[in-house]
């Protein structure tokens, strides 16, 4: 059974699983579909903190699934270098 992606509707709530680029954690992100064109949100990997962004109608909210595997205990950070 496949499991093709859909575009959302407006208002549906959306579930995605992604993977820290940063830290290596997995987490699963709930978002409601916001309309085309709308402003996008933030999110915040659960594990160093290294923000991402999607289009949502809220915030998103999000799931640790993994914890993170580079055996780090840093905090991301945008602005350290
Ligand atoms: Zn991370």
Avoid at 16 to 41: I, N
Wanted: charged share 20%; net charge positive; hydrophobic share 35%.
């Amino acid at each position: 059974m496949t499991h093709a992606p859909e575009p959302g509707i407006p208002g549906d709530l959306s579930v995605f699983e992604t993977s820290c680029a940063y830290c290596g954690a997995r987490f699963r992100v709930l978002v409601v579909q916001a309309a085309p064109g709308s402003a996008s949100q933030s999110y915040a990997c659960p594990e160093c903190g290294k923000s991402y962004r999607t289009q949502a109608a809220a915030a998103p909210h999000v799931q640790l699934l993994r914890r993170r595997s580079d055996g780090r205990i840093d905090q991301y950070q945008d602005t350290m270098f």
